[in-house]
């Protein structure tokens, strides 16, 4: 199951540089995770320091 993003999401962009299939954009207020992309490796979840990354 693809990571998501939750609304704690503070739009730093450490995710973003952190995905390895580059599956993280900016979107509207906040980043989001296309989960056709995502390969669930868990980095992206790891980097942001917010924890607002979690399994969906």
């Known amino acids: 199951m693809a990571y998501v993003i939750s609304n ?9 540089g952190a ?3 580059s599956a993280i954009s900016e979107g509207d ?3 989001v ?4 992309t995502c390969i669930d490796c868990g980095t ?3 980097t942001c320091p917010v924890g607002a990354i ?3």
């Open 19 to 21: 995905c390895p299939v």
């Open 44 to 46: 992206c979840a790891a």
């Open 8 to 16: 704690a999401c503070v739009s730093c962009g450490s995710c973003a």
């Open 29 to 31: 207020g906040q980043y």
């Open 54 to 56: 979690s399994q969906g």
């Open 33 to 36: 995770i296309d989960a056709g």
